[in-house]
């Protein structure tokens, strides 16, 4: 079975700065997906980045990134220009590859983003 | 638009009552799922199903049951067998091919027991 760790539960950061949250997986698969949600107070979950395993260029969207390092199976997420807006919780999601399209997600990372 | 509509958004339970969350959705999507947001555990798989007629149990199944009797629909039953169901109840979907695109969630239900 796959499982995915986050291992910072809370991060806060300033606004327009930088920050990067955690992400590692445990798998035996050689070809799957990763996936970054962002879930706002609303609740409502937002894919914001993925990244397939067989690509070693790391996926960018904007002001979001990855950094997917695949022999120390982790996936973390960089966030430049930090908005108010992307205060949220962020979870880290893992899919294995023709394998009934389950995610497998991490436990979240709290983020607050400070004026 | 297209899109996941869960309902009702809170929902409150009784002691030894069953209830019925709702999720419809309007995207032609194969496949959907249900999933348990509790604090700090992340999302879990309760059920999902690939097909009309077919479903599978995921982690958490147990004091939980589903039905798929048409590809909009997919409600979530909490049996009086689930121990503790307050939780943030999540449906979602995707394309049979092109789940590696990633899901389409619901805004979820609160299910409390009073």
């Known amino acids: 079975a796959q499982t995915v760790t986050q291992s910072q539960p809370e991060m806060s950061v300033q606004e327009a700065e930088t920050v990067t949250l955690s992400c590692t997986y445990d798998?035996?698969?050689?070809?799957?997906?990763l996936f970054w949600y962002k879930q706002p107070p609303s609740r409502q979950m937002i894919l914001v980045i993925r990244q397939e395993a067989y690509k070693q260029q790391n996926a960018t969207e904007n002001r979001f990134s990855v950094n997917f390092q695949k022999a120390a199976k982790s996936f973390s997420l960089k966030i430049s220009d930090s908005q108010l807006g992307d205060t949220a919780m962020y979870f880290c999601?893992?899919?294995?590859?023709?394998?009934?399209?389950?995610?497998?997600f991490g436990g979240g990372t709290r983020l607050m983003v400070k004026p | 638009d297209g899109g996941i509509t869960q309902s009702p958004k809170y929902l409150f339970r009784k002691e030894g009552q069953n209830v019925t969350l709702s999720c419809e959705q309007n995207l032609n999507h194969d496949a959907m799922y249900w999933y348990r947001q509790d604090p700090g555990q992340g999302l879990r798989l309760i059920y999902y199903?690939?097909?009309?007629?077919?479903?599978q149990k995921g982690d958490i199944a147990e004091g939980y049951s589903v039905s798929r009797e048409k590809k909009e629909s997919f409600p979530l039953t909490v049996t009086s067998a689930q121990k503790n169901p307050t939780a943030f109840y999540l449906c979602a979907s995707s394309p049979e091919q092109g789940a590696y695109y990633g899901y389409t969630f619901g805004s979820g239900t609160r299910l409390t027991v009073v």
């Open positions: 999601a893992f899919m294995k590859d023709n394998a009934g399209n389950m995610l497998t």
């Open positions: 798998t035996s698969e050689n070809n799957y997906y």
């Open positions: 199903s690939q097909i009309v007629n077919d479903f």
